[in-house]
C-alpha cells in the first residue's frame, strides 16, 4: 500500500514501477533486473496498470474490454484467438463480471466498470498453464485509486477481489490510495509519502498509528485492532491543532 496526501507522489511512484516513467536517479527492478532492460512487449506480460479512469472512445462490451489486455500476447497484425477469448473470459469470472460480458461497458455500474477493468488487467497477466488451465506466475498489479468514487458496497467488493487475486492467483498488488481502512485492510505493507519523501515504511501493523496519520495528513485519529474483522480501524477525529 502507498498512503499519502495530495501531491505527495504516489501515482509518480506508481509511473516510475511501471515503467511509464524514468528515473532521474537510481533504478527500479524488476525479478533483480533493471526495469530498462526489459523491452515494453515483455513488461507487459509481466505486470499491468489501472489507472484511475477509464476513458473509451467507442462504446466496447464488456468481453471487448476484457481482450484489450491480450495485446501485448499477440503478433503484428494478428487478432485475438479462441485461447485469448478463454483468458479474457476467465479474468471475467474471477472478478465476477462473467455474466455481464455482453453488456456495454456503458451501461455499467461504477463498481462493474472497476471490476471489469481489472479483469482486463488480470487477462494481461494471465498465462496458460496447460490445454484447460490458466494462472498467473508472479504477476505484479499496480492499482491508483481503485476504490475511489465507490460507494461502500462495491469498495468492499473491489478490496474482496484484490485479496482474493493476492491468495488465489499468485498478484503481487501495489494500492495506491487515499482509504486509510482499504489500505490496513488489504496491505501486508506500507509506504507512507510525503512531499516526494518516505516518511515511513513496513508492515502495516507496525507502520499505520494514530502518530502517523497526525504526521502525514495532519489529522487527529483513533488508530486500534479491531477484533471483529481482524484489521486496524482509523477513525478521523478533527484536524491537529498544529496542522
Known sequence: GVLG??????????????????????????????????????????????????????DYSVLEIALMGRYPHLGPFQIEGPTDIKIAREALKITGTRDLENRPFASLSGGEKQRVIIASALAQLLQTSTKYEFGITEGLLLLDEP?????????????????????????????????????????????????????????????????????LYNVEADVRF?????????????KSPNA
Not at 18 to 37: I, M, N
Not at 166 to 175: A, C, D, L, Y
Not at 226 to 238: F, K, M, V, W
Open 147 to 215: 476504490t475511489a468514487a465507490l460507494d461502500l458496497r462495491y469498495q468492499l467488493e473491489i478490496a474482496a477481489t484484490l485479496r482474493s487475486l493476492n491468495k488465489n492467483q499468485n498478484t503481487t498488488i501495489v494500492v495506491a490510495t487515499h482509504d486509510l481502512n482499504l489500505a490496513a485492510s488489504l496491505c501486508d505493507q506500507l509506504i507512507l509519502l510525503r512531499s516526494g519523501h518516505v516518511l515511513k515504511e513496513g508492515p502495516t501493523l507496525k507502520v499505520l498509528s494514530a502518530e502517523t496519520v497526525r504526521t
Open 226 to 238: 479491531d477484533e471483529n474483522s481482524g484489521y486496524l480501524n482509523i477513525t478521523p477525529i478533527s
Open 5 to 58: 496526501p495530495n501531491g505527495s507522489g504516489k501515482t509518480t511512484l506508481l509511473n516510475l514501477l511501471g515503467g511509464l516513467l524514468k528515473p532521474t536517479a537510481g533504478y527500479v527492478r524488476l525479478d533483480k533486473k533493471d526495469l530498462s532492460t526489459f523491452s515494453r512487449s515483455v513488461l507487459a506480460k509481466k505486470m499491468a496498470f489501472v489507472t484511475q479512469e477509464t476513458h473509451l472512445a467507442f
